[in-house]
């Protein structure tokens, strides 16, 4: 068991400053977003007409980068916003094991205003295109709301309401999420300035430490629950918008729901590789114990187990149901010779190596040994994104029969190119998210050393 008791964690953490990014980190993470996003540019500006591709000469140019766009932005929006989210449940439940990490988990939340950006990028290039262009990749975008094939939907995927709604949706996410965090880090950054006042400053009309610790946690108890319930409900609904829409005349009511617990899978993974990075960088490990990489390791595997059970459950009642209007996403990722391979990595990355892997304690305990693990989990759910994504964007030129219904498209190869792409557009959101992680991580205290239970979290008998 951990018996050391540790009090000097106030003094430690101080002492510490405000830190700097080191020059090589710093190059590296701009190589790679100059890298990533210099190929969503390349790719959006590259001139394909339609002919082209009809030809079978090139593959669909700027759609490649929408696409890209789309998963990537919709992956790292998913990603920080659960960090945050994991910050408040450890707040709200009143949890002593994660106060150790919350600083880590609230950092995620940086990207969140890049995440706005993004998607009003994304959304102009939909909005301003062609709609019979390859840059469009919304079918309601392409054939319009007055086409008769919406039936009941026509309304909701009217395209300004679309994209206006997403925009609101991430903008309250953005707003609570800092408010919440800029409430959990001004008690800190007051204690530090009293105890080592030459390296932190104390923030605008500071009151003691006393007073600020009891109102700073009665702020967070409120906004913690209200980004908790935002969490759920608007990522839910940014999946069905902008996910979900892509192949609109499938549903599955269960979609929201499987999408953010995902994030939360995402979410608690990566903070056992954060927690291990950034503990050792700066000589906290004797507070980050193996009982607290256990509990990360267990919440881990259990979302595990819920993303299988959530995939299990969709597939059951669609396939065994003999849902007709619904089957057809199923078959085209399972059952298409083009697909298939990326639903099956998927499936084995996210669900069945980590949770053959997992099952043991002694793995869990340790992030030396559990971040494979984790590492294999989070690329299995990039892919799971693309999989939900690009076999629904990558047909152009859809037609509808008038009589029986059924979607006709005409699909082009190249998904191979599309993945490689995506890919290198990956690291360039995968730099960006780092670089605005440091930037905030650095500039603050790297524990919550306000926070009352703080001490109950680190020495756990």
């Known amino acids: 068991m951990h018996h050391q008791h540790h009090t000097d964690y106030v003094e430690v953490v101080s002492s510490k400053g405000p830190q700097k990014l080191s020059p090589r980190m710093k190059a590296i993470f701009i190589i790679m ?274 993303w299988g059970y959530l995939m299990f459950a969709q597939i059951n009642v669609i396939w065994y149901g003999n849902l007709s209007h619904e089957t057809g996403w199923l078959i085209t990722r399972i059952f298409d010779e083009t697909w298939q391979p990326y639903t099956l990595v998927a499936m084995s990355l996210v669900f069945f190596i980590p949770f053959i892997l997992g099952l043991g304690k002694k793995r869990k305990m340790s992030p030396i040994t559990f971040a494979p693990v984790v590492l294999i989990s989070l690329v299995g759910i990039w892919i799971e994104r693309f999989v939900q994504i690009a076999p629904a964007s990558w047909y152009f030129q859809r037609t509808v029969d008038p009589q029986t219904h059924e979607v006709a498209g005409q699909f082009v190869g190249g998904v191979g190119a599309l993945f490689f792409w995506d890919a290198v557009v990956f690291l360039g959101f995968l730099g960006l998210f780092c670089l605005t992680f440091t930037s905030y991580l650095y500039k603050r205290p790297l524990m919550v050393i306000a926070d009352p239970r703080l001490s109950l979290g680190i020495n756990r008998h």
């Open 33 to 306: 977003m100059v890298v990533g996003f210099g190929a969503l540019l390349l790719n959006a500006l590259v001139p394909v007409s339609v002919e082209d591709v009809k030809s079978g000469s090139v593959i669909m140019g700027g759609r490649i980068a929408w696409i890209a766009l789309l998963h990537n932005f919709y992956f790292f929006t998913g990603l920080s916003a659960a960090g945050v989210v994991i910050a408040a449940i450890v707040h709200i439940t009143r949890a002593m094991w994660g106060r150790p990490i919350k600083r880590f988990a609230e950092a995620f939340g940086a990207f969140l205003p890049w995440s706005l950006l993004f998607f009003i990028i994304f959304a102009a290039s939909q909005l301003m295109s062609d709609p019979q262009g390859l840059g469009v990749i919304y079918e309601w975008l392409q054939k319009g709301p007055d086409a008769g094939i919406f039936e009941n939907k026509a309304w909701w995927l009217t395209p300004n309401f679309v994209f206006g709604r997403c925009l609101i949706y991430l903008l309250v996410l953005a707003a609570v999420a800092h408010l919440f965090t800029k409430q959990s880090t001004r008690a800190d950054m007051g204690l530090a300035h009293e105890t080592n006042p030459d390296l932190w400053q104390a923030p605008a009309g500071w009151k003691g430490i006393e007073a600020e610790r009891e109102s700073s946690q009665h702020k967070q108890g409120i906004l913690s629950a209200v980004y908790c319930m935002a969490f759920a409900y608007f990522i839910s609904l940014i999946a069905y918008d902008l996910l979900m829409s892509l192949d609109f005349r499938w549903i599955s009511t269960m979609y929201g729901g499987w999408n953010f617990t995902t994030f939360m899978l995402a979410g608690w993974g990566s903070l056992v590789l954060v927690t291990h990075l950034m503990s050792k960088r700066f000589g906290l490990e004797k507070y980050m114990h193996k009982y607290l990489y256990h509990d990360l390791g267990k919440l881990t595997f259990g979302f595990t187990v819920v």
